[in-house]
């Protein structure tokens, strides 16, 4: 099955910009997602990318996808205490009908003031 | 972007006894519905697929005679878990699909469980 895998802890200082990186398996066409989730908080959808783009940019988001290597990334631009929160990509396969999501395993940003 | 709700937001059981929380999408129609376990530090696990009309898919594992999921209409799933024990004490996320051109799920806000 699919597999998405990223790095557990990031931490930044406030003001800097930050990288959040994952890797996913799936070789299919696929859309690939950014959530957030804050403690005690459902997912935010933050953006999306589908697999035949190699980048996003969304106000202080940036998606890159290196397709080749099946390398996705966040980048957060001028980051602030308030996008502490855990970030999970995932992604679901086009092949038909509703697909079923595979999260990452999430990665923990901590911004410090 | 499209709302999903869910209630309640937190629950405390005894054990032993049986919890139902709902999951609404309040401003779009939803004929399939996500019901995902999350337990602390740790990534979302999809439990079973909820589809109107019709059974829930379950996945491997999850026990389908302890957690009833009733879809009754377009915009309400149920996850009811029966018989509660300690070790059912999770987050509980719904999401639903919408097609707006783009395929996205959008999360309810979870129920945190808790059993005595």
């Known amino acids: ?113 | 972007g499209a709302v999903v709700s869910q209630h309640p937001s937190w629950v405390i059981c005894k054990s032993g006894t049986s919890v139902k929380i709902e999951c609404r999408s309040l401003d779009f129609q939803a004929t399939t519905m996500f019901w995902y376990r999350q337990f602390p530090k740790q990534s979302l696990m999809l439990m079973a697929t909820s589809n109107e009309g019709s059974k829930a898919t379950y996945e491997q594992g999850v026990e389908k005679d302890k957690f009833l999921i009733n879809h009754a209409s377009l915009t309400l799933s149920t996850l009811t878990v029966t018989s509660a024990h300690p070790e059912d004490s999770s987050f509980y996320i719904c999401s639903a699909p919408t097609d707006t051109g783009v395929y996205t799920q959008y999360f309810g806000p979870g129920t945190r469980l808790t059993v005595l």
Not at chain 1, 3 to 11: A, G, K, P
Not at chain 1, 88 to 102: D, L, N, R
Request: overall charge negative; hydrophobic content about 30%.
């Open chain 1, 1 to 113: 099955g699919e597999d998405v895998e990223q790095s557990l802890f990031l931490s930044v200082r406030e003001g800097d910009s930050s990288v959040i990186n994952c890797t996913y398996t799936d070789s299919s066409s696929t859309y690939l997602y950014w959530y957030k989730q804050e403690p005690g908080a459902g997912l935010q959808l933050l953006t999306y990318i589908f697999s035949n783009m190699d980048m996003k940019q969304d106000q202080r988001l940036t998606v890159l996808l290196n397709k080749k290597d099946k390398h996705l990334s966040l980048r957060i631009a001028d980051t602030q205490t308030g996008d502490s929160a855990i970030y999970f990509c995932a992604e679901i396969p086009i092949s038909g009908g509703y697909q079923k999501v595979t999260f990452g395993t999430g990665t923990k940003l901590q911004v410090i003031p």
